[in-house]
């Protein structure tokens, strides 16, 4: 994308770093973790550069490399003891902050579509509300884990809104795409995750943050 001004991808390569260098906090400083998450972003980089995920003809979608390798990671987690046992010391109040880290998001995505390389409705200007988990988070934060005037019921309902809200950006986001499959905004496909440093956002970011709901 060679028109998309640079300072958008200098903003949204900092995001995914500084998400996975907070995940490394949250993950009580893992050296395992950070080492992971920090080849993966290197190796999603090469191939984004490369250009490969820019054919969308090829059937499996290529795009598939970037998503089913951390969702399989996260059902790795839920679904094996060790697994579990990683999440249960993941420190709550770390990842609760980490939610702040969609502000810059949307906001990235916002510079995206004003570039013509993202749709509308994958903002905050349509059908995304995905910004609202990242301005309530420093409420809950202080609320739920500094004043503890926050019950865990009204927590684990807020991470379920903010699920919800992920869940559906996601869903715009991948049907919008300009895949076989696509079925919103054809005269705007989303090809701005087809490119680095975006994608990042698949591949990483959003992983992240929803092991963080």
Not at 4 to 32: D, E
Not at 150 to 156: D, F, M, P, R, Y
Not at 159 to 169: R, T
Request: hydrophobic residues 55%; proline residues 7%.
């Amino acid at each position: 994308m060679k028109d998309l001004p640079i300072y958008i991808s200098i903003v949204f390569g900092l995001t995914a770093i500084v998400t996975v260098l907070f995940f490394y906090k949250a993950a009580n400083n893992s050296k395992t973790t950070l080492i992971i998450l920090l080849l993966w972003l290197i190796l999603q980089a090469f191939i984004g550069l490369s250009g490969f995920y820019t054919l969308t003809e090829p059937f499996p979608p290529r795009l598939l490399l970037l998503i089913l390798p951390p969702l399989a990671s996260i059902a790795a987690l839920f679904s094996t003891k060790k697994g579990r046992c990683y999440i249960d010391r993941l420190d709550l109040k770390d990842l609760t902050l980490l939610h702040t880290i969609r502000i810059p998001v949307e906001f990235v995505l916002l510079s995206l579509f004003m570039n013509n390389t993202v749709p509308q409705l994958m903002t905050f200007e349509g059908r995304n509300f995905d910004i609202m988990s990242g301005l309530t988070a420093p409420f809950v934060f202080y609320f739920g884990f500094i004043k503890k005037t926050l019950g865990t019921k009204v927590i684990l309902i807020w991470n379920l809104v903010c699920l919800g809200l992920l869940i559906n950006v996601v869903t715009n986001a991948v049907l919008s795409a300009p895949f076989p499959f696509q079925k919103f905004s054809f005269d705007q496909p989303n090809i701005a995750i087809l490119y680095f440093p975006f994608v990042w956002l698949p591949c990483c970011v959003v992983p992240l943050v929803l092991i963080l709901t």
